[in-house]
């Protein structure tokens, strides 16, 4: 089993629509999780970090953590061509300062 | 803030040489990173500063490769005997303790 697990996609949303974007990871005493936004050809680009369960929003990006579950996801509404990129989710290990991240899913919004 | 810078951006290189990249972290960040990524991966740990000490290394960090951080600002990271394994995108991201790691534009490396 991967540490950090993500569905590879494509991913494929209408203009306007919701993207809904999951990651599940293995390290139970995981405290940190974040997603970067990664362009083709590009570095990755911190979007959201969440440290509790629940929500938290930032603007048209919501990130919803579940510890119980070790769960998280990413939710983008009014989606716009220019969130077509690839979505990593990251977890700072429980003992150590290193991100551990899922292979991305790729996002496709179709104008 | 300028952000993480990476020099430089492309490296082409024969097998058998060897390779030195520079990063620069944000100027008030404590903590540097080295991550690798292949295509249709996401990024792989390879070492962490915190100030000039090299607290935590990766498997992934054989022997041949090496990376410093003098002085706690910049840091370097070398590759020597580079083979057709090592292509890949180096980025190096900084951070301040318990605060989001932030990426420079990585260094593409490409062995021939």
């Known amino acids: 089993q991967k540490e950090v697990e993500q569905n590879s996609g494509p991913l494929s949303v209408p203009e306007g629509a919701i993207a809904s974007l999951n990651c599940t990871y293995s390290?139970?005493?995981?405290?940190?999780f974040f997603w970067y936004r990664q362009y083709s050809g590009k570095s990755p680009e911190l979007i959201m970090s969440?440290?509790?369960?629940g929500d938290k929003e930032d603007g048209r990006f919501t990130a919803q953590l579940n510890k119980a579950s070790q769960y998280v996801s990413l939710l983008i509404r009014d989606s716009q061509p220019s969130d077509s990129a690839t979505y990593l989710c990251a977890v700072l290990g429980g003992a150590t300062n290193k991100l551990i991240f899922g292979t991305g899913t790729l996002l496709a919004v179709q104008p | 803030d300028t952000g993480v810078s990476q020099d430089p951006r492309h490296k082409i290189t024969k097998r058998g040489q060897n390779v030195t990249f520079r990063c620069d972290p944000i100027?008030?960040?404590?903590?540097l990173y080295w991550y690798r990524q292949t295509l249709g991966q996401g990024p792989e740990f390879l070492t962490y500063f915190q100030n000039e000490a090299q607290l935590e290394k990766s498997r992934l960090l054989s022997d041949r490769f090496s990376a410093e951080r003098p002085k706690g600002s910049f840091s370097t990271l070398e590759i020597q005997r580079t083979e057709q394994g090592d292509s890949a995108m180096y980025l190096c991201a900084s951070s301040q303790p318990r605060e989001p790691q932030h990426f420079g534009d990585g260094t593409r490396l490409s062995i021939l």
């Open positions: 390290d139970r005493v995981s405290q940190s």
């Open positions: 100027s008030e960040h404590n903590r």
């Open positions: 969440i440290y509790s369960n």
